[in-house]
């Protein structure tokens, strides 16, 4: 259920969903409430006149109680439970005129859309491993043919199943199973990439088991591992789960894990533990999705070229090392217990193909859900991590490459940087008169640090209301205590020690943003220098695709404000969520993808950004906020001259 | 060199091998000698008149001075040195005018000819496994494709390979082989069995190897297996040795070995007992052959069918159980070292298929080498053993089947029955007159026992002398002390145990000869009721093959009149020797043959003679010498009357 939220004297309404706090709906509004604490009612700045409607809550002991019966409340921990009209008071309420300059209304993207139902009206509900029945002819004096003879002819007269093959493992069990089912059988069976390969039957069971038939798709992150639980029958998630991956007590990045794969016995120790957090998971959401672990037919892992091959156990050590080569590109399927994945004999893991050292699984497999191959439109694929991947390109071509764009946008670097847990700061709106903030915290905690989308949002209302420049400094003459200088560096205070969790202020500082602007000069540069190798341009790009679990919640226009992605329309711009985890989710459900997936490897050209000569002249070039080249940015250089005219 | 040897008062003369003995010589010109000992000159019977040429030796204290002197002989030490003239003196000797009526000159079966020119002419030497040495460009910064991708696309642009897989295993070694060997390195292929298979790299080792190139070929009896080692450059075979095997302490035949794998812990100590036997051949024929393990890049193996399921530890229970069902009758190309076998992780083991659980990869091996499949002549396979095994057809159409013989023919269930190894009684003639014996042993060893070709030709002779008749019972009148009575059971002494190595008499018994007329019995009505299924008769048979250890030895003429082989002209008869093992050199050498294979293993019918109504009425039939319808055997028929008259 939907309310509508009207905020004066801005005069400015949103639809909002029920239950949402009404400062994040302010927040969604562009609506500045000054509000220091990040929620939960601790600083009680954040009061504001309900003049038509019921919220929920709404009261801490900040409130006093004729406030209260004057009808405010404090929008942090006011629950919207009706349509509403809210005043916003005087002193955290800035000239209107100015108001509707802002960025104005949030747009985060929207999300890609995909669907088993539309799978199914392809006719591509064929998941890559499947299940038949088969009630054989029990053996006779007249018809004593072999057993596994006897399993194949019948696939192929009752099934038409041909070019079928099994290994030996598979037949030392047959002839005991065959007569403890009574002839009656369940055939596992994986299908070839190529129509003309070969179908193997993988396992035989006893009796009717066809109903029973599980994937499990898992993305392994450099940090976090995800992991899900499908059911082939019905195509729907069942359960899934994340876990920290284990190896990050051995190296933050990945080339600090390939440096510690090449000392002695490294490699196992980085096998191991992948192997450790992967069955960990499979454990839960097999057990939440009450599935027997012999009941899993199929794995399907992405991760970068580096996790992939540490998950594979195969020496990481020339990814690192110029000219950057990796062991393979594409894998064979195999049995995922033959790595130590806890699962049966007969479940077949298959491995996302990558294209180079630095676009791996990971991004192919986004690639791949996102289904930017299938279309006409050109798409410009950004995977934002430490490890930016880009991919452009539509149905009849596809460039990619990958840059570094440092630690920011997950948090590091960042003085008080900080994942997207609790308390992070994920939300920022500043009062361009008094530069007080207004700070939205994840599940509205008290403040705790910055996360990589609170810190685009934060570079890009600081960057609007002059608060910092183009370079990332400081304006020192504003006259507010927020901005000063500590140990020689200066910063903006967002929240004060006594509204933060970790008794310290928290602050944003010039070292801060200039790890950000790196990044995001990284990334920005990247994508300019493959559109140039190709002889496009940044308006040439017809869509948007942002991947990784960042992509969903960065505010566009600031993102586009610091020129991270290029001046777009918002509507243009769609994020998938976790496009390594989706893309291997899809490929459980549809075989006809591991054939597209081979065509869209090889039609991916790669760049490598370290031999392109460009590359370094068009970083240093968007080193700044949003670039040296305001013309590639014409919207948000009109809007800074507006706002600070 | 051949010699020309006359013996007197005969007026025969054969063309003998340099250094043969001269006692030989007369056994192969069907001239009686009285002969005891079986060789070594123990009983000094068997003195000759050397009346022009000379021999080595043929000297011993049993041979006075003045009779040296005279110029005679002991043919069983007369090693023939130049053309002779040969008198056997009065004693031993018979009625000349019933000598050329006995079976006259012995035949053996021609040998099978195979020959790797042959398969070069055709352009067939084409192993199943090859090396090729590819030199790869080093990967730089402009072409730092991935690894594994470097040596397929250089394969494929090349070397015109295309379908190129490779596992998991040797994807983890490339990455720092390829740098080891500097980008110059041989890579392993398997060729896959249709041509639009996939080509499997199984191997990629430093530098070039493409020279070393070998394959290993085992044939595992139930009795005996042997090993051959073959250079695939040149085709030759480089070594080659036989052991028991070791299953053999588990049970003698088949179906105890069946009973023993039933019992706990039972399959798993006979697998490892038959793959002791294999790696220890191995380690010899590598040895022998100065060939690393390494460089074994294939071994091909060929059993009946409880020696493959055991081999590959597939429970054989249902083998021995109506329906008589074997698990499978083709199996997938392995690891050698999946199953214990001591060779390296790249090498691939291919086991012959087989029909059915009594007609095994041995037989379609020793088809597969005997060629029959690809001729137009009807013929007729004898697989003579414990388990005899026989297919009849030709390139059109086959059938086989196999019958329970007993163990008579190797030298089971026969009072003094051994193998063929020193000492055995190989050959026999009898003096009609005398009924004193010829006795020639392998090696010419003092006697120790009857290997199962001299069972056959011991039988032939007796019958033809009529010392025994056609139910194979003794002539109690004739008056010899050598047929007696020992214990209630009629027999006949061949040797006299101050003659022997074992120091008792060595006879041969009614059941003895019994066993043997069950065994050839089966052999014989098998033939004659497959080729009553399928609407032929005895006589249509254009050509025989005889597969088996035996085969090479026995004398065919001594073969036909007891009633084992059908009454064919010699010539039409030609043996293998060990056809799986030679079945499974030819498939190392050409991979030509496995779509023969399968071809063959296709087109094959098998019958089971316990399902078939006549064969009781045959194998009935089958129990006199030669058989009740003489009919079959005319010239057998013919001889024996003219024997007796």
């Not at 020689?488 to 970790?502: A, M, R, S």
Request: aromatic share 6%.
């Amino acid at each position: 259920m939907t309310y509508s939220v009207k905020f004066l004297p801005h005069n400015i309404s949103v639809k909002v969903d029920d239950k949402e706090t009404l400062i994040r709906a302010a927040m969604e509004a562009g609506v500045h409430i000054n509000a220091s604490c990040g929620g939960g009612g601790v600083c009680g700045k954040c009061r504001v006149l309900i003049e038509q409607g019921t919220v929920e809550g709404g009261i801490s002991e900040q409130l006093s109680n004729d406030d209260q019966e004057k009808g405010y409340r404090l929008a942090c921990v006011s629950n919207i439970a009706s349509d509403l009209v809210v005043r916003i008071p005087i002193e955290s309420q800035i000239d209107t005129s100015r108001l509707n300059e802002q960025t104005g209304s949030r747009h985060t993207a929207k999300a890609t859309y995909s669907d088993v139902n539309e799978l199914r009206q392809d006719g591509l509900f064929i998941p890559p491993v499947e299940k038949i029945y088969l009630e054989l002819d029990p053996a006779t004096t007249g018809d004593n043919q072999a057993d596994v003879t006897r399993i194949i002819n019948h696939l192929r007269i009752h099934h038409n199943e041909h070019r079928l093959t099994m290994n030996l493992d598979l037949i030392r069990k047959i002839p005991d199973i065959i007569r403890q089912g009574d002839f009656k059988v369940t055939a596992t069976i994986v299908r070839p990439v190529r129509k003309d390969g070969k179908n193997e039957i993988v396992n035989i069971e006893p009796s009717d088991t066809s109903t029973r038939n599980f994937a499990i798709a898992v993305d392994i992150g450099t940090t976090t591992v995800f992991g899900q639980a499908l059911d082939l029958q019905t195509g729907e998630v069942l359960s899934q789960h994340g876990e920290f991956n284990s190896q990050i007590s051995y190296g933050e990045d990945v080339i600090s894990r390939i440096i510690f794969a090449e000392k002695d016995g490294g490699l196992e120790i980085l096998h191991q533990k992948v192997i450790e957090t992967i069955n960990k998971i499979i454990e839960k959401i097999l057990k939440q999705g009450k599935i027997g672990r012999h009941e899993v037919t199929t794995i399907t892992l992405a991760g970068n070229s580096t996790m992939a091959q540490l998950l594979l156990k195969i020496n990481p050590s020339y990814i690192r090392r110029d000219p950057y080569v990796p062991a393979s590109i594409m894998y064979p399927p195999f049995r995922a217990n033959e790595i130590g994945i806890a699962l049966a004999d007969h479940t077949i893991a298959l491995i996302y193909p990558g294209v180079s050292s630095y676009v791996g699984g990971d991004v192919i497999a986004g690639i791949m859900a996102s289904g930017m191959y299938r279309e006409s439109e050109l798409t410009l694929y950004m995977d934002i991590g430490t490890n930016a991947e880009i991919a452009i390109g539509h149905k009849d071509w596809m460039v990619c490459t990958a840059a570094s764009a440092g630690p920011a946008f997950e948090g590091g670097g960042v003085k008080f940087g900080m994942r997207a847990t609790k308390g992070a700061i994920e939300d920022f709106s500043i009062n361009p008169e008094t530069y007080e903030p207004m700070i939205i915290t994840v599940e509205n905690k008290k403040a705790k640090g910055i996360c990589g989308s609170g810190l685009i949002t934060l570079a890009a209302k600081l960057l609007e209301i002059g608060v910092i420049d183009s370079r990332g400094k400081f304006n020192q003459t504003l006259g507010t205590p927020r901005i000063r200088q500590t140990d020689g560096i200066w910063e903006y205070v967002l929240v004060y020690k006594e509204d933060t969790q970790i008794e310290r202020d928290i602050t944003i500082t010039e070292p801060d943003l200039d790890n950000l602007i790196r990044a995001k000069g990284a990334m920005y540069s990247a994508a300019l220098t493959l559109l140039e190798e190709i002889g496009l341009k940044i308006k040439d790009i017809e869509r948007i695709i942002l991947a990784g679990g960042f992509g969903s919640y960065v505010d566009l226009q600031s993102a586009i404000t610091i020129g991270l992605l290029p001046e777009i329309e918002p509507e243009k711009v769609t994020y998938l969520g976790n496009g390594s985890l989706l893309g291997c989710k899809i490929n459980s459900l549809t075989n006809a993808l591991r054939q597209d997936v081979a065509k869209v490897v090889n039609m991916m050209t790669n760049f490598e950004l370290a031999s392109t000569a460009s590359y370094m002249d068009h970083y240093m070039g968007a080193l700044f906020l949003p670039h040296t080249e305001l013309n590639y940015f014409p919207k948000v250089k009109a809007r800074l001259e507006k706002l600070r005219k």
